[in-house]
């Protein structure tokens, strides 16, 4: 589904064989699905990832089985998985974290299997999300383009976009324990969004209590 058209649903089990991907509504898979079932993938426009054939394997327990998959150009993507399914080891996978035992994964075509997370333009924020405690909500978000070098003007522009689209403007100036949970974890993805990521890895997040833009 396009990011305009908002996001494609997949109902997600990788421990077995038989079709681990399939797409639908979360209505047609008969199942009520629990905040921790549900994680998301946002692609940005002119890139793609794709998994091919990939497994993850610790000792004799296959924690991912035979895998692929491809997330289209500039597409907000939805798994689907019951507790235990994989889908935090696939994001894992996604974000370089952790290496496939076998498989493929490529961005924009390139073979990036081997490759550190500290080499990929990727951001991954946790369900239990972690935030700078003794920064401000203005340094929590400007941390990575600090580290990155940006100039002062670009990074004061990438944060106050980045407030304006999480709604943080008015506790720019807050620590995070001065912070609802909503409003703390909204920082955290502040922080992930505004490093620009071509791919954006949200574990769990849909419980974000306050309403704000949707990012499709």
């Not at 797409?23 to 898979?29: E, L, V």
Request: net charge positive; charged share 25%; hydrophobic share 40%.
């Amino acid at each position: 589904t396009s990011s305009g058209g908002g996001p494609s649903w997949g109902w997600f089990s990788p421990r077995t064989k038989d079709k681990p991907w399939k797409t639908g509504s979360r209505k047609s898979q008969g199942r009520n699905w629990r905040q921790s079932d549900i994680c998301l993938v946002h692609a940005r426009e002119e890139t793609v990832l794709q998994l091919i054939d990939v497994e993850k394997r610790v000792g004799a327990e296959t924690h991912i089985g035979d895998v692929s998959l491809s997330l289209e150009r500039g597409t907000l993507t939805v798994l689907l998985g019951a507790t235990l399914s994989g889908k935090t080891s696939l994001m894992r996978l996604m974000a370089g974290l952790d290496k496939p035992t076998s498989g493929r994964i490529l961005m924009d075509g390139v073979d990036v299997t081997g490759v550190s997370v500290r080499r990929r333009n990727v951001a991954m924020v946790y369900q239990q999300f972690i935030n700078y405690p003794a920064m401000t909500v203005r340094e929590n978000i400007a941390s990575p383009l600090r580290v990155a070098g940006r100039s002062r003007a670009e990074i004061d522009a990438a944060v106050a976009r980045a407030a304006r689209l999480m709604k943080l403007e008015p506790y720019l100036d807050r620590t995070p324990l001065n912070l609802s949970g909503g409003q703390q974890q909204r920082t955290a993805l502040a922080r992930a969004i505004v490093k620009g990521a071509d791919l954006v890895l949200l574990l769990s997040l849909i419980h974000i209590s306050e309403p704000t833009r949707p990012l499709y």
